[in-house]
């Protein structure tokens, strides 16, 4: 064999694909930055995920239900969670190719009882949602998101900051004049949670002369809500900035919410693009993800075996047959080696930008703690799965050993006897609020969904 042959050597898409496969790339991003705009929170994604799947003639599904051959269906759980599935023609018992990805974000939540007023400022009172770094959150555009539910059985929706002529939200940071302590500190202590307050109003109320009572005049007029309906809502908030191209050659995208949205929109898209497929197909978008996936809507939820049950008993098939014999790509993002950083990452194993789709065959931190592994078995399968494709992918862990760590929802899908990988793509600065992922590893990511999906 050649040299070529025998060295393994990580090549970006550039080198590796046709002008034509970097084209579609650059199109279908076009799609990913209208979602990424449209579904900056979890009930949003939602809501644009179905608008999209019914337009490919995926209906309502309840359970209990009747499941048959051929159908096209999605389960709407609680607004925040969603399955799309279709049933193919093989028999049930060889199991379902599975992909997940969760569309919570880390973001700015507002309390229960959110509204005070200060020094002639109004402010919304927050706990902040999953991993942040607090300090990059004040001093930048924020729009508010969320819903209102309402003792009379109302459930208003909630979005400002988002059209150029609604107001904005912000957080105060100190003035470097009089921060020459607050510089001192480290950076997870420069700013502290419960300083992470909303700025949303300064006038007083005529009548009055109290700033919090004409902000709730205000929401009074525009949703006819009072102070205690705050009490059952749902609001945060996040980056107004909308997704943009960056760099000259408009190869990358800036957006909010990339982690994990750019991994949702590839596991959706894939799915209504390979319709076609013999086998039976689920796309899970999860919640809670960012804070532990508890919950109703998070993936450690039984509601995942319920499903495949249901589909065990109208198919015919045995659940722990289809367990065994599924397959599941876990998608979630890896961090893209960075050169401004070197020192917290191994190159020859970290992904690379613009090198593909990464397969992260464990996550977890210091000696593998708390990950699913998949077997050499089901990523040989993999390969060859991809290879008829040629899709383009990449190796990758994130960081160092002993550096750091993270983890996804794949041991909560493995747990189950499903074979499962970490599918993704490379993000540049995960959790800010402005992130930055490679055009064409979105697309090899797609890709390889739809590679998965067929084969």
Not at 94 to 102: K, N, P, Q, S, Y
Not at 208 to 223: A, G, R, T
Not at 378 to 407: M, P, T
Request: charged share 25%; proline share 3%; aromatic share 10%.
């Amino acid at each position: 064999m050649s040299k070529s042959e025998l060295i393994y050597e990580k090549k970006t898409v550039y080198e590796l694909a046709s002008a034509e496969t970097v084209k579609a790339a650059f199109d279908y991003a076009q799609g990913y930055k209208k979602y990424l705009d449209t579904s900056k929170t979890e009930r949003e994604a939602v809501k644009e995920s179905i608008a999209m799947a019914e337009k490919f003639g995926f209906c309502e599904y309840k359970l209990g239900d009747e499941i048959k051959v051929g159908d096209r269906l999605y389960y709407n759980n609680r607004g925040r969670n969603l399955f799309l599935f279709t049933v193919g023609s093989e028999s049930i018992n060889e199991g379902i190719r599975l992909t997940v990805a969760h569309i919570d974000a880390p973001r700015i939540d507002l309390k229960q009882c959110p509204l005070y007023d200060d020094g002639g400022m109004a402010f919304f009172k927050t706990h902040y949602y999953g991993g942040i770094r607090k300090y990059q959150w004040v001093a930048t555009p924020l729009a508010l998101h969320g819903v209102i539910a309402t003792a009379d059985g109302r459930l208003i929706d909630v979005c400002i900051g988002e059209d150029e002529n609604d107001p904005l939200f912000y957080i105060n940071d100190l003035l470097p004049h009089l921060g020459q302590e607050q510089s001192k500190l480290p950076l997870s202590e420069g700013i502290k949670g419960e300083q992470l307050n909303i700025l949303v109003g300064s006038m007083p109320d005529s009548e009055e002369n109290s700033i919090k009572l004409n902000v709730l005049k205000l929401l009074n007029e525009k949703y006819g809500i009072k102070e205690d309906d705050l009490l059952s809502a749902e609001l945060c908030a996040v980056p107004a900035a909308k997704a943009r191209d960056i760099g000259f050659d408009r190869s990358l995208i800036g957006s909010y919410g990339h982690d994990d949205r750019v991994c949702a929109y590839p596991i959706l898209t894939a799915l209504l693009d390979s319709l076609d497929s013999k086998h039976t197909s689920m796309c899970i978008l999860a919640d809670k993800e960012e804070t532990g996936s508890d919950g109703p809507g998070g993936m450690q939820s039984e509601l995942i075996l319920d499903i495949i049950n249901e589909l065990a008993r109208c198919l015919g098939g045995n659940p722990a047959v289809i367990r065994a014999n599924s397959k599941c790509l876990s998608a979630d993002v890896s961090a893209a080696f960075d050169p401004n950083f070197s020192e917290v990452f191994e190159k020859r194993n970290t992904p690379l930008l613009s090198c593909g789709a990464v397969f992260t065959k464990f996550t977890g931190s210091r000696g593998k703690s708390g990950t699913n592994d998949a077997s050499a078995e089901y990523i040989g399968w993999l390969r060859s799965v991809l290879a008829k494709d040629n899709v383009i992918w990449q190796s990758g862990e994130l960081g160092k050993v002993d550096c750091g760590g993270g983890g996804t929802v794949a041991k909560y899908i493995s747990k189950h006897n499903i074979d499962t990988i970490d599918l993704g793509v490379p993000v540049i600065s995960m959790h800010a609020p402005y992130e930055v992922v490679s055009k064409v590893d979105v697309y090899e990511t797609y890709r390889a969904c739809v590679a998965f999906y067929r084969y």
